[in-house]
């Protein structure tokens, strides 16, 4: 069982993605779409709990309904946002040159390839910006990784994320089906990222941004944890400079922002400390 799971999680997480890709290209309904990501959830915490990387991270440290709750706020906005899609292509498509004659799948790949790189730049920036450090330093602040820390996320940033990925495609005019196949793409890679399974991939973990690697942006001190920034691939780290190997081992000790040990641990705080006096991001080991 363990040898299935440590070589079967990820196809089993790409076979619910391929799933969550045809129900939109059929013009499903969201909810079914929401029912895949659900899945993928459960998923996550059955695996985690019989092959975990670190034990330790699948305890309760009095995060988990914090957690919840930032991904079910999270997720919500994501599903507004898909239902005002309409709205906002009307307002920023400069000129309809999205490739509709292309297959549906090689729409969406296109469409995941450039929010990448949207969402890859954002992430950097707000490394290397203060103000935009404020809001993401909720995601670093975690002190264990597992599934659900790739949907904890201050909303503004989730915001500013989202925006920076989705805006070239409104431009282009992506159309709504291939919108919502990303939405559940990126909840499954963001699953897929933070995951506390010891899966394996091989020398696609090399290439694509998954736990392994991930791990490494999570280290908690200045400029160590700045690698890794891509969301579905670590192609636009490897062009910017940013791609660090995966394999080092990471500890719970080695997580969370070493400026700020004291960070809030609670929705609402977390919510509200972007907007308190804070220092520059991270600080030297």
Same mark, same amino acid.
């Given at each position: 069982?363990?040898?299935? %799971?440590?070589?079967?999680?990820?196809?089993?997480?790409?076979?619910?993605?391929?799933?969550?890709?045809?129900?939109?290209?059929?013009?499903?309904?969201?909810?079914?779409?929401?029912?895949?990501? %659900?899945?993928?959830?459960?998923? *996550?915490?059955?695996?985690?709990?019989?092959?975990?990387? $670190?034990?330790?991270?699948?305890? $309760?440290? =009095?995060?988990?309904?914090?957690?919840?709750?930032?991904?079910?706020?999270?997720?919500?906005?994501?599903?507004?946002?898909?239902?005002?899609?309409?709205?906002? *292509?009307?307002?920023?498509?400069?000129?309809?040159?999205?490739?509709?004659?292309?297959?549906?799948?090689?729409?969406?790949?296109?469409?995941?390839?450039?929010?990448?790189?949207?969402?890859?730049?954002?992430?950097?920036?707000?490394?290397?910006?203060?103000?935009?450090?404020?809001?993401?330093?909720?995601?670093?602040?975690?002190?264990?990784?597992?599934?659900?820390? =790739?949907?904890?996320?201050?909303?503004?940033?989730?915001?500013?994320?989202?925006?920076?990925?989705?805006?070239?495609?409104?431009?282009?005019?992506?159309?709504?089906?291939?919108?919502?196949?990303?939405?559940?793409?990126?909840?499954?890679?963001?699953?897929?990222?933070?995951?506390?399974? $010891?899966?394996?991939?091989?020398?696609?973990? *090399?290439?694509?941004?998954?736990?392994?690697?991930?791990?490494?942006?999570?280290?908690?001190? $200045?400029?160590?944890?700045?690698?890794?920034?891509?969301?579905?691939?670590?192609?636009?780290?490897?062009?910017?400079?940013?791609?660090?190997?995966?394999?080092?081992?990471?500890?719970?000790?080695?997580?969370? %922002?070493?400026?700020?040990?004291?960070?809030?641990?609670?929705?609402?705080?977390?919510?509200?400390?972007?907007?308190?006096?804070?220092?520059?991001?991270?600080?030297?080991?």
């Amino acid at each position: 069982m363990r040898t299935l %799971i440590r070589y079967g999680y990820v196809p089993l997480v790409g076979a619910l993605a391929g799933l969550a890709v045809w129900l939109a290209g059929h013009e499903a309904p969201l909810w079914s779409l929401a029912i895949v990501v %659900i899945v993928a959830i459960a998923a *996550s915490f059955t695996t985690e709990r019989r092959l975990p990387v $670190d034990p330790g991270w699948n305890r $309760d440290h =009095g995060d988990r309904r914090r957690d919840f709750l930032h991904t079910l706020v999270n997720e919500t906005g994501t599903a507004v946002s898909l239902a005002l899609l309409p709205t906002l *292509s009307a307002l920023f498509t400069l000129g309809d040159t999205w490739p509709h004659t292309w297959p549906f799948a090689v729409q969406v790949l296109a469409a995941i390839a450039v929010f990448d790189l949207g969402v890859t730049l954002a992430h950097m920036a707000s490394h290397r910006v203060e103000l935009l450090w404020r809001f993401h330093a909720v995601h670093h602040s975690v002190r264990r990784l597992y599934g659900l820390n =790739g949907l904890m996320k201050h909303p503004v940033h989730q915001l500013i994320e989202t925006t920076a990925g989705i805006t070239p495609l409104l431009v282009a005019g992506v159309p709504e089906p291939v919108a919502a196949a990303l939405a559940a793409c990126a909840a499954l890679q963001l699953l897929l990222q933070h995951s506390n399974v $010891d899966y394996r991939v091989g020398r696609l973990g *090399s290439v694509l941004a998954l736990n392994c690697g991930h791990r490494l942006h999570h280290l908690r001190w $200045d400029g160590v944890g700045d690698v890794n920034f891509g969301l579905f691939t670590l192609v636009w780290d490897r062009l910017l400079g940013t791609y660090a190997p995966p394999g080092r081992t990471v500890t719970t000790d080695e997580l969370g %922002i070493a400026a700020r040990p004291d960070y809030p641990a609670g929705y609402l705080a977390q919510l509200a400390e972007p907007f308190r006096h804070q220092p520059a991001p991270l600080a030297a080991p």
